[in-house]
Structure formats: structure tokens, C-alpha cells
């Protein structure tokens, strides 16, 4: 009898591996979507939490937060000049409501009782996962000894963004606001409240201050959002139009040393598919499409503005 061998022929594996292969390309899009959609639900809880802590600052003290403390000229309104420490934003008033108290407290301790710029404290490089969208690849950077901690979400401060001394403006906050619920006479349902930015990542010594809660140094640019163009826009931005170098431009979230009127404006933009996540004054999360109409979007960055917003 002659004997028999058993395994497979180069060609059966070969194959097999084509199958393997095709199987894997078929499922690939469909893990990917899976885990985008849970980084999209992460990232919706993440805004509804900065929506209620909102909120809760409200009911504390009757008034929102104000989006920076001192003006573009980073003087605060309580006057004291510019070299003082109170360079920063919504941000950290509503530290307490994260949970995370300690973190605030030493840093009042170190700003008000020290004297020290916000982006010197020993506190800047601490991270606050809720201030994370888990889509965004540089979500977290910290820029050592600089710019501290950088975070994806932001306040509207209107259509425009932040011009002149940036404490008149359209939207619910910007420098030295002082917005109550009675101000949104557009309706909460109708009014956005919180944004999404893209980090840029850091390029040599060169840095990108936008998502940069720890440093407000003429006047909070970096962490205060317009509706003047769409979601995701491609068009150029400008996170600080005084200070050329503040910023690294990227394909998706790209900067220029000025912009149209010489305003501080910063667009929404995310790594979510088609749009953003955007809270709206109510503490609802909503998806916008990068479609939408544009003066439907630019509508929804005025807290008082009387549009009659239809269609999408």
C-alpha cells in the first residue's frame, strides 16, 4: 500500500490566507465603527457633565462663569493692570464641580495667594479626563513649563469670536461676561453653549495654545469658540491674532497670524465623522453636521440674536 500524506497544498493555504483576508478587510469597518461610536458616547457624557456643572454655577451664583477673567489686554475688571494673575478662564471656577476640589483649591492658593501666573502653578500639568474627547488622538498634551494642559472643549463666545477688548459679544460667554439663563432670550434649545476643538500637536519649541485652559494671556482666544464657520472647516483660523508663532497649522484644524476683522476665532472642529458634539444651553448634546446651513450655525452662537433657526 502506498503511503498517504496529510496537510494542506500551497495552493489551499493560499487560499485560506485570501479568505482570512477578506473576512478581516469585511469586519475591520465595522470594529472601527463600533469603537467610534463608543468614543462618540463618551464624548456626548463628557459635554453633558460640563453642561450640568454649567449649571450648577448658575444656581451657586446666579450668573455663568465669566469665558476669561481679564480682557484681550489681560487686564481683569476689577482693574489691577496687566501683569496680574488672574489670566484664566471658565475652566477653573468649575474645577469644584468635577470632583476635583483639591486641584482647585491649590490653585487659588497659588494664584491669589502667591501671586503666580496660572500657567506657572505646580498644579497646570494636571489632567481632567471629563475635559477629553476620546477621539482625538492628542487629547491631554501638556506643553511642560509652558502651556500646561490641553483639553478639546470650549465655550461659545458668539459669532465672531473675540474682537476689540472682547467683553461684548454675542454668544453666552467671552472676557468678563456675566450671562444669566434671563440673557438667552433665543431660547436655551437654541443656543450653543459648549464646542469641540482639535489639539494640534506640538512642533519643536513651537506651540499651539489652543485647548490651553492655563494660560488666558491675551485674552482667553484659546479656549473660547465662534460659530462663524461651519463644523470642521477647513478655512484658517486664528487663536491669537496679536502673538504670531501661537499656534502650529494642521490639515484639519488650520491657524493663521490673522483673520478677516482681527478677531480671536477659533471653529468647532472634531475627529468625529461628518461633525460635532455641541451642548447647548439647555445641557442637551447635540450632533451638527459640517452641512449644516451656515446661518443656522451662525444662529445657534447667539444668545439673544431673535434668528428663527429651521431646516439643518
Known sequence: MPKRSYGFTLVELLVVIAIIGVLIALLLPAVQQAREAARRMQCTNNQ??????????????SQFPPGCFVNTSNAPESGGGTSNPMRYGWMHPLLPMFEQNALF?????????????????????NIVDALLCPSDP????????????????????GTNGLDGSGTNE????????KTKFRDVTDGTSNTAMVG?????????????????????????????????????STTPTSADRQKAGNYISTPRAPCADSVSGGFYRVTSRSYHPGGVLTTMADASVSFF???????????LGTRSGGEVNSGN
Request: aromatic share 16%; glycine share 14%.
Open 170 to 177: 454675542n454668544g453666552m460667554f467671552y472676557c468678563w461676561s
Open 289 to 299: 453636521p459640517e452641512t449644516i446651513d451656515n446661518p443656522i450655525w451662525v444662529a
Open 105 to 125: 483649591e491649590a490653585f487659588i492658593k497659588e494664584v491669589h495667594g502667591s501671586g503666580t501666573y496660572p500657567w506657572n502653578t505646580t498644579v497646570d500639568e
Open 196 to 232: 469641540e476643538i482639535i489639539i494640534a500637536p506640538e512642533s519643536g519649541s513651537d506651540h499651539d495654545r489652543r485647548g490651553g485652559y492655563w494660560i488666558a494671556d491675551g485674552g482667553g482666544g484659546n479656549f473660547l469658540a465662534a460659530s462663524f464657520y461651519n463644523p470642521n
Open 48 to 61: 453633558k457633565q460640563i453642561g450640568l456643572a454649567l449649571h450648577n454655577y448658575h444656581d451657586t451664583f
Open 138 to 157: 492628542n487629547a491631554g498634551k501638556i506643553v511642560r513649563g509652558d502651556l500646561g494642559f490641553a483639553g478639546n472643549y470650549v465655550l461659545f463666545s
